[in-house]
């Protein structure tokens, strides 16, 4: 059974860093895509995101490259968010997803708040 659990979310003043982490099991990590998304309140889901499996090719939202940055450890099953110079507009829930075999598989979220 896939399973996705996301940690690390917090309270953060703007400027400030912060690092998610999602530890996936319930299925070989390392053949598959990973990635973030966030839903801010009253908004759409969108995708921050996503790394492949094999090379590890990523690619990210405009509003958040070269602030964030993705990466996988396949040894711990585990994908991480770090993110910089977090804005107020960075505020929201933060998923992770992985798409096994074509599903999508999610995580319960965790909340990212920018604030001062």
């Known amino acids: 059974q896939v399973q996705i659990v996301e940690s690390g979310g917090a309270l953060v003043q703007p400027g400030g860093s912060l690092r998610l982490s999602c530890a996936a099991s319930g299925f070989t990590f390392s053949k598959y895509w990973m990635s973030w998304y966030r839903q801010a309140p009253g908004k759409e889901r969108e995708m921050v995101a996503i790394?492949?499996?094999?090379?590890?090719?990523?690619h990210y939202a405009e509003s958040v490259a070269g602030r964030f940055t993705i990466s996988r450890d396949n040894a711990k099953n585990t994908v991480y968010l770090q993110m910089h110079s977090l804005k107020p507009e960075d505020t929201a829930v933060y998923y992770c997803?992985?798409?096994?075999?074509?599903?999508?598989?999610w995580g319960q979220g965790t909340q990212v708040t920018v604030s001062s």
């Open positions: 790394i492949t499996s094999a090379n590890g090719i990523t």
């Open positions: 997803k992985a798409t096994v075999a074509r599903v999508d598989y």
